[in-house]
Structures are given as C-alpha cells and as structure tokens.
C-alpha cells in the first residue's frame, strides 16, 4: 500500500480561511534579544568552511568538482564588464521592459560570482584582479537594486532611477551584499594585496547599502514587521532576511549589534512561517518553493550555525511540512505542478532539498534529492548565492549514497491552501487548487486543474510570461496568461474570474477513498456572470482515467457558458464528442456531450517567453505555440449538469 499524506482525511471540508496568520513567532519563543547575545558566536567561528589559506581543506571541499570550478572562472578570466546606464533603468518607465536594466546587471553579477569561486578553490590569486575589477564595478554602482523594485521601494518617488541618497534591500542587493560578504571574509587579504582600499571600500558599501538600511527601516515590505491577517507575506521574505542575516554574521562582531540584528531578521521571517498554513503548501506554487521554503531553510541553517545549534525549530511540524511539498509536488520525467507564474520544469534545488531533509528528518526529501541528482549526472551547478555554493559542495558526498526514490502517495491534500494531488495505478497524475485570487504571484484561477498521463502533460497551466512592469501592477490582469479563461475552467455566461481576496472558492470536500475533489467556483466569479453555484467534481478513477462533472445554478441566462481546456499539443476535434490529444506519444482521450457542446481549438503563438536573468530561467517548456480547447454550449439552461471523462486509449 502506498503511504499517503498526513494531510488527507477519508472526507474533508472546508472553508479556507483569508489568510493562514496563526502567530505562532516560532523563532522568537527560542530566544530573546539578551539570550541570543549569549548563544551567538562571535567573530566568524561558526563558519564551517575551511580558510583560504587551507589548502588542503579546499581539495577536500571541492574533491572532483574542483577543475570544473576553476574551468567556470577561467571563463571569466578576460570577461568585458557591462555598464548599467542610467537609460535602462529609466526604460523600466518607458516600456515596462525589466529585462534591458537586469541582463547587463545579472551577468555581472554570474561572471563575478564563478571568478569567486574558482579563486576559493585554486587558491593562486590568479583570479584576483578581475575579482577586484568586479567589486569595484559594483562599488561604482548607485544601487544594487533592480530597475523593477526601486521605485516601489522607496521613499522619495516612484521613479525606476535609482537615488544616490537611498539605498534599498530588494532580492538582488541582498544577493551581492551576502555574495560580498563571504568575499571580504575568504578573500580579504587577497584583496589588501592589491590595494587596501578595495576592501575599504566594499566594507563602507554593504555597511550603508545593508547593514544600516535593515536597521533603520522598517517601511521595506518584505520585513512585514507589522502583518496583519490581510498581510500577504511571500519568498521575500525569507529570501532577502537570509541574504541580511549572512551579511551581519559576516562582518558584525559587536556583541549587541549582532543580538539586535539577528533578533529583527527573525521577528521577519516569524511572519513568513506564520503566514503559512499547517499543511505547509506555497501558495506561490512550487516554482517559487526553492525562493520562499527554500532560503526559509538556508537562513534556519546560518542560525542554527551561528548559535551552535541552540537556535532551532528544525522539530516542528510546519517546518517539515514545508519542505516536504516540494517532493509531493514532483510529477515525474522533470515536470512539476506549475500554480501561479513559474514555469513547469524542474525538480528544485537537490542540494538544498537534500540538507532540508535530513534537517527535519525526512527520508522522503532526502530520497527525492537524491533522485534529482542522478537524474543530474550529480553534476556541481555553482552559482551567486556563495552559502548555498559551499553547502553543496559539503554534502555532496552524503547525498550520493542516498537510494533515489520518488515519492509515491496516492495523494496529497493541502487543507489549508486547498492543494490537492492524485495519482493512479494507469499513469495519470492530477493537480487542482481551491483557494482565493489575490494569493501571491496569483492567477486567476480558483477550481482549476493539470492532468499529466505518464509524466507527459495532457491539460496543463501555461504558467508565467516574461516579468514587465505591467505583471505586477494596475495592468496585470490585461496579461492573457493570469486570466482564467486561459485555464483548465469555465466561462460563466460570458464572464471570466475576478481578480481579489473575496474572489474564492466556496465549500471544498476531497474524498480520498474515492479520489475525489468538488469546489464551488461560484464565488471566483463577479455578479455579472449570474451563476449561484457551479460545483466542479474531479473524480481520478483508480483504474481508470479522469471524470470532470459540472453541476450548476445560474440566476439568469446571459450568453452560452464556455468550458476552457489548456494544452500543450495541438487537439485533434474531427469527429463530433470526442477530443484526442497527443501525450508525447500516448494517446489520450476527453470525451463530451455533443448534443451539448461544440467544440473549438484556438493557436495561441507564445511570444513572451519567460526569461529573467537574475534567476528564473528560459520557461519554453511548451514552446512557441500552447491551445486553447473551448467547448461552447448550444443548450441555454438556468440548472444544469456537465460531464466530461479523460481515458488513455
């Protein structure tokens, strides 16, 4: 029998609550500000990273990865540093484009971090100049922020041109100041060698740029010290506190200066765990997972580190759950549950996975680590974020001698954030939310669903588009691919899903001895779309395929309901009640009422592909081209019952 979820009750119902918000402060039980000052250990003997100068200590670290390390940085050796002119940023205003202000900046910023890194493990100084070529590069810089949040981050205006009077903390000045920080604590005399001001400069710049804005600010967002229930909190938080705490640890050596920071970084990321629900599902979808439950972990690790271990919540449920979503919601052959705007590919980061698992205790994440890692060759994938670089290298060794092993739970239920995951014993794996239309990085999407046969997509979320200024502001919902009539959903007499908090799901049951999940979607829907209720049935049959079932009350009839299926393969409609659509060589089939519905297959050509270069990647998972199966209704009817099945042929 395979095991299932703690999560999962033989029936469940539920009405999901605004926001999760239980105050738990889990980090401030452990330790007030006088108790902390007396755990944490000062000047950098908690770094459990050889010397520099150990070179001895550096082979061992870097074992058979060190040729590929010092080859990465030898790349860089003649490398062209770019300059950010004042115009890329100012093009954030123009156009919206992100993209001409983060390339330069990001590649930079990769460039820097390999010439880092093959200097640590050769240990030559043959990669100094250009390190200090690259500091004093970013030294010049008036910002380290990205043209996209400096004007939602400051104070003076909302201009995208940075202001030599402010410095902000967003996710790329957090990355550089931690980045810089491990530099000055390796690399410091190195940098003396070949002139003492380099390091003088680059230790004035993270103290004005860091260490001083953390603590004299309190109007960043991410810092949510003051979150309400109506508060959303996401990656952020965690992602920028742990980037900050790496830099306090590194170069703060005042007792009480270091106590006082520490205990404000973990007032921070209390609001992070306390935002989550118990289930410990990310809302944000598991594309962001590696960005919020992830760095969550790597800044529970430097505090675990930096008191010796007396700081940790490594025990507690939340924590565990946390983790263990990022296994449940791998699909297989390399696809994931994609919700809201990352893209389909990719397991997470094995390395962080794997310390995650054995930190919490679970087999289960340190299994599917070591799955990802073979399925990577066990290949050693440096990047900017120095700490994650070195912990990689340092368990490496004990993640080999994991059995690789997938997680095998018939299904997963996420209560909290009405998550639910299903597979059978025929090769289909299902996926569908509940939840509400204002959760972080949101879709509208409330009630919709994936579908997979054999690790190969059938119904699929197209996921997210390359990042402007319009994703994230007024505009957002003018972007084809958050509206939900490009989901796996309905329009309700001519009417799509509305974007807010109280745009939400109704009652949710999930039946797990039946397989079976039934949303009212009613609620996602504004007053003109007329509807009372409109339950949306998924049952996975367990020898069998799929049977989606639409039973609704609408108050009055305005225009024939459309029931919206995306695909990644082009659906064959040539015979009247019957879809086929191509599996990547499985065959499957949906199946509808032609008395009913006609059917329509809509080319939608991809010309935003997912590209940021400052972490996410290219997303052509479905290429240059995704469809839209719309079945239109020729039957005008105020109550009503649809029924749709999903077979492998």
Same mark, same amino acid.
């Given at each position: 029998?395979?095991?299932?979820?703690?999560?999962?009750?033989?029936?469940?119902?539920?009405?999901?609550?605004?926001?999760?918000?239980?105050?738990?402060?889990?980090?401030?039980?452990?330790?007030?500000?006088?108790?902390?000052?007396?755990?944490?250990?000062?000047?950098?003997?908690?770094?459990?990273?050889?010397?520099?100068?150990?070179?001895?200590?550096?082979?061992?670290?870097?074992?058979?990865?060190?040729?590929?390390?010092?080859?990465?940085?030898?790349?860089?050796?003649?490398?062209?540093?770019?300059?950010?002119?004042?115009?890329?940023?100012?093009?954030?205003?123009?156009?919206?484009?992100?993209?001409?202000?983060?390339?330069?900046?990001?590649?930079?910023?990769?460039?820097?971090?390999?010439?880092?890194?093959?200097?640590?493990?050769?240990?030559?100084?043959?990669?100094?100049?250009?390190?200090?070529?690259?500091?004093?590069?970013?030294?010049?810089?008036?910002?380290?922020?990205?043209?996209?949040?400096?004007?939602?981050?400051?104070?003076?205006?909302?201009?995208?041109?940075?202001?030599?009077?402010?410095?902000?903390?967003?996710?790329?000045?957090?990355?550089?100041?931690?980045?810089?920080?491990?530099?000055?604590?390796?690399?410091?005399?190195?940098?003396?060698?070949?002139?003492?001001?380099?390091?003088?400069?680059?230790?004035?710049?993270?103290?004005?740029?860091?260490?001083?804005?953390?603590?004299?600010?309190?109007?960043?967002?991410?810092?949510?010290?003051?979150?309400?229930?109506?508060?959303?909190?996401?990656?952020?938080?965690?992602?920028? +506190?742990?980037?900050? =705490?790496?830099?306090?640890?590194? &170069?703060? !050596?005042?007792?009480? %200066? #270091?106590? @006082? *920071?520490?205990?404000?970084?973990?007032?921070?990321?209390?609001?992070?765990?306390?935002?989550?629900?118990?289930?410990?599902?990310?809302?944000?979808?598991?594309?962001?997972?590696?960005?919020?439950?992830?760095?969550?972990?790597?800044?529970?690790?430097?505090?675990?580190?930096?008191?010796?271990?007396?700081?940790?919540?490594?025990?507690?449920?939340?924590?565990?759950?946390?983790?263990?979503?990022?296994?449940?919601?791998?699909?297989?052959?390399?696809?994931?549950?994609?919700?809201?705007?990352?893209?389909?590919?990719?397991?997470?980061?094995?390395?962080?996975?794997?310390?995650?698992?054995?930190?919490?205790?679970?087999?289960?994440?340190?299994?599917?680590?070591?799955?990802?890692?073979?399925?990577?060759?066990?290949?050693?994938?440096?990047?900017?974020?120095?700490?994650? +670089?070195?912990?990689? =290298?340092?368990?490496?060794?004990? &993640?080999? !001698?994991?059995?690789? %092993? #997938?997680? @095998? *739970?018939?299904?997963?239920?996420?209560?909290?954030?009405?998550?639910?995951?299903?597979?059978?014993?025929?090769?289909?794996?299902?996926?569908?939310?509940?939840?509400?239309?204002?959760?972080?990085?949101?879709?509208?999407?409330?009630?919709?669903?994936?579908?997979?046969?054999?690790?190969?997509?059938?119904?699929?979320?197209?996921?997210?588009?390359?990042?402007?200024?319009?994703?994230?502001?007024?505009?957002?919902?003018?972007?084809?691919?958050?509206?939900?009539?490009?989901?796996?959903?309905?329009?309700?007499?001519?009417?799509?899903?509305?974007?807010?908090?109280?745009?939400?799901?109704?009652?949710?049951?999930?039946?797990?001895?039946?397989?079976?999940?039934?949303?009212?979607?009613?609620?996602?829907?504004?007053?003109?779309?007329?509807?009372?209720?409109?339950?949306?049935?998924?049952?996975?049959?367990?020898?069998?395929?799929?049977?989606?079932?639409?039973?609704?009350? #609408?108050?009055?009839?305005?225009?024939?309901?459309?029931?919206?299926?995306?695909?990644?393969?082009?659906?064959?409609?040539?015979?009247?009640?019957?879809?086929?659509?191509?599996?990547?060589?499985?065959?499957?089939?949906?199946?509808?009422?032609?008395?009913?519905?006609?059917?329509?297959?809509?080319?939608?050509?991809?010309?935003?592909?997912?590209?940021?270069?400052?972490?996410?990647?290219?997303?052509?998972?479905?290429?240059?081209?995704?469809?839209?199966?719309?079945?239109?209704?020729?039957?005008?009817?105020?109550?009503?019952?649809?029924?749709?099945?999903?077979?492998?042929?």
């Amino acid at each position: 029998m395979l095991k299932k979820t703690i999560f999962v009750f033989i029936c469940f119902s539920v009405i999901l609550s605004v926001q999760a918000h239980e105050f738990r402060n889990l980090l401030q039980q452990q330790a007030d500000i006088p108790s902390l000052k007396g755990a944490l250990l000062l000047n950098q003997k908690w770094v459990p990273f050889p010397d520099y100068y150990d070179r001895q200590g550096w082979d061992e670290l870097t074992g058979e990865y060190k040729s590929g390390i010092i080859s990465n940085g030898e790349e860089a050796l003649d490398y062209e540093w770019m300059v950010v002119k004042a115009t890329d940023y100012i093009e954030y205003d123009r156009s919206g484009s992100r993209q001409i202000m983060q390339t330069p900046f990001g590649t930079n910023q990769r460039a820097l971090g390999r010439l880092i890194m093959a200097e640590l493990a050769e240990g030559k100084g043959r990669f100094t100049d250009q390190i200090v070529n690259g500091i004093w590069l970013f030294c010049e810089m008036t910002s380290w922020a990205l043209s996209a949040h400096i004007g939602s981050m400051g104070k003076t205006d909302n201009s995208a041109l940075p202001s030599p009077n402010e410095h902000i903390i967003d996710l790329t000045s957090g990355n550089l100041g931690s980045l810089f920080s491990w530099t000055l604590y390796f690399l410091k005399d190195e940098l003396d060698n070949v002139n003492p001001l380099v390091a003088q400069r680059l230790r004035h710049n993270l103290q004005v740029r860091i260490l001083d804005p953390f603590m004299n600010r309190d109007d960043f967002w991410w810092q949510a010290f003051n979150a309400t229930p109506a508060t959303m909190v996401n990656n952020w938080t965690p992602w920028c +506190n742990a980037n900050v =705490l790496s830099t306090f640890l590194l &170069l703060e !050596n005042d007792p009480d %200066k #270091l106590a @006082a *920071a520490v205990h404000r970084s973990m007032i921070s990321v209390d609001q992070f765990i306390n935002y989550y629900h118990e289930d410990g599902a990310c809302d944000e979808g598991p594309g962001y997972w590696n960005h919020a439950a992830g760095k969550m972990y790597d800044y529970l690790q430097l505090l675990y580190y930096a008191t010796g271990g007396h700081i940790s919540i490594f025990d507690r449920p939340i924590i565990k759950n946390m983790g263990e979503y990022i296994a449940r919601s791998y699909i297989g052959d390399g696809w994931r549950v994609n919700f809201a705007n990352a893209g389909p590919r990719g397991g997470g980061p094995k390395g962080v996975i794997f310390r995650y698992g054995k930190a919490v205790n679970s087999m289960e994440m340190e299994q599917f680590a070591a799955y990802l890692d073979k399925h990577d060759n066990h290949n050693y994938n440096a990047g900017n974020d120095m700490f994650r +670089n070195l912990e990689d =290298l340092k368990s490496q060794i004990d &993640l080999v !001698n994991i059995e690789p %092993k #997938l997680p @095998a *739970a018939f299904y997963s239920w996420y209560p909290g954030t009405e998550f639910c995951y299903m597979r059978n014993n025929t090769g289909f794996f299902f996926a569908a939310k509940g939840g509400f239309n204002a959760e972080s990085h949101n879709h509208n999407d409330v009630g919709s669903f994936l579908l997979y046969f054999n690790s190969k997509p059938v119904f699929i979320d197209v996921g997210g588009v390359t990042y402007t200024r319009q994703t994230f502001g007024p505009e957002r919902y003018s972007i084809w691919n958050v509206q939900s009539d490009y989901h796996n959903l309905p329009m309700i007499n001519g009417k799509s899903q509305l974007p807010g908090r109280n745009f939400r799901s109704g009652n949710i049951d999930f039946h797990s001895r039946r397989s079976r999940l039934s949303v009212d979607i009613a609620g996602a829907y504004g007053d003109d779309a007329a509807v009372d209720s409109w339950i949306r049935t998924y049952t996975l049959q367990r020898n069998g395929g799929l049977i989606i079932e639409d039973s609704f009350y #609408l108050s009055e009839i305005r225009e024939p309901n459309k029931i919206n299926f995306m695909t990644h393969a082009k659906p064959d409609i040539s015979a009247p009640g019957v879809v086929i659509l191509d599996a990547g060589g499985d065959k499957v089939e949906l199946s509808y009422d032609a008395s009913i519905f006609k059917a329509f297959v809509e080319p939608i050509e991809r010309t935003d592909l997912r590209y940021d270069s400052v972490g996410f990647g290219l997303n052509n998972a479905w290429g240059d081209t995704v469809y839209r199966l719309t079945l239109v209704s020729a039957r005008n009817q105020l109550k009503g019952n649809y029924r749709f099945t999903v077979k492998a042929l």
